[in-house]
């Protein structure tokens, strides 16, 4: 997946409530493309879902894994991937998305829908915080420790 890719995708998806997690999202928080990146992770609003997939299939994007509710992944032409995270939103902004675990859903406080930057252009991420959040309770691999460690440079937020 490249830069060029993600701000294709996130053009079609404009004013769907998706925001950039993952590899990209931490990329996007620091302002350039630190490593090489297999898949896109998103953040959606669940009750966005219908159109945004309706979107992806235009550009040739269908569904190759469910564990809905709490994730699935989208292939598309080039073998490019993304992995889609429905989110709930309560009225404050914050929001859940569910776990494997029923009753443990993830939290996303609304301080966490920030923005970065992919080539120059700012782009909807997770923040630094979430970001650590999801990065925990797990034996890092070696992209996770590179990013780690790009989050750390990082000032809080």
């Known amino acids: 997946m ?7 995708i996130l053009r079609v998806l404009a004013g ?13 928080l620091v302002g350039r493309q630190t490593r ?31 564990w809905r509710p709490v994730r699935f992944v989208l ?4 073998g490019r991937e993304i992995d889609l995270h429905p989110l709930r939103f309560a009225e404050d902004g914050s929001a859940e998305q569910s776990s494997l675990t029923p009753g443990e859903p993830f ?11 992919v080539l120059g252009t700012s782009v909807p991420c997770l923040s630094r915080d979430q970001q650590l ?6 034996e890092p691999r070696e992209r996770d420790l590179h990013d780690l460690a790009l989050l750390g440079d990082l000032t809080s937020g």
């Not at 959040?133 to 797990?138: D, N």
């Open 2 to 8: 490249t830069a060029e890719d993600v701000l294709e």
């Open 16 to 28: 769907d409530g998706v925001w950039v997690g993952g590899g990209w999202g931490v990329d996007a």
């Open 36 to 66: 090489p990146h297999a898949d896109l992770d998103l953040v959606h609003r669940e009750e966005h879902e219908p159109r945004i997939l309706a979107k992806l299939a235009e550009l040739g994007f269908v569904e190759t894994l469910s």
């Open 75 to 78: 292939t598309g032409p080039g």
């Open 107 to 117: 939290r996303y406080p609304a301080s966490c829908f920030v923005t970065g930057t």
């Open 133 to 138: 959040r999801f990065h925990q309770g797990y």
